[in-house]
């Protein structure tokens, strides 16, 4: 029988993840011609965030600023130490190349969220920076920048500003 810190632990990913997926499917049903459906897909997934806020919030999941920087740095640190090097592997193993190039530049993005969460953990004053995403592989770049992505090359003009 599980805890329930455990069954929190477990509901919160569960939330996560349909949250993510009713986006996607969100996205698809707009492209398909379905706006309303869209609606509905994007309502439900904010209804799985607010619940998977009040379960990570309950299983005491949200520390201080530090804390929190400090966590990020482990989890980004494992994903790209432990998690999907292997991950990579398999997929090169099997001959998916596609799946070796997604888990390719998740982990060389989390690289990169590691190193800013340092950063940010180091000077937590420095609070006026703006943050640029690759909305292809998730690279993230501190301040403007004009040149391609490192990871993926894409042009800096797709960038989303944070």
Partial sequence: MSTTQENFATAFAGESQANRKY??????AEKDGFAGVAKLFRATAAAET?????EFRAKGGVGTTADNLQAGIDGETYEFSE???????????????EAARIFHYA????????K???EALSDMSNTD?????????????????????????AKPSIFKKF
């Fill in 23 to 28: 986006l996607m499917f969100a996205e698809q």
């Fill in 50 to 54: 607010i619940h998977a806020f009040a």
């Fill in 83 to 97: 998690m999907y090097p292997p991950m990579i592997e398999q997929a090169k193993a099997e001959g998916n190349t």
């Fill in 107 to 114: 982990n060389e993005a989390e690289k990169v969220h590691a």
């Fill in 116 to 118: 800013l969460y340092k």
């Fill in 129 to 153: 920076a703006d943050y640029y995403l690759c909305p292809i592989c998730g690279f993230i770049h501190k301040g403007e920048t004009s040149s391609p992505c490192p990871i993926c090359g």
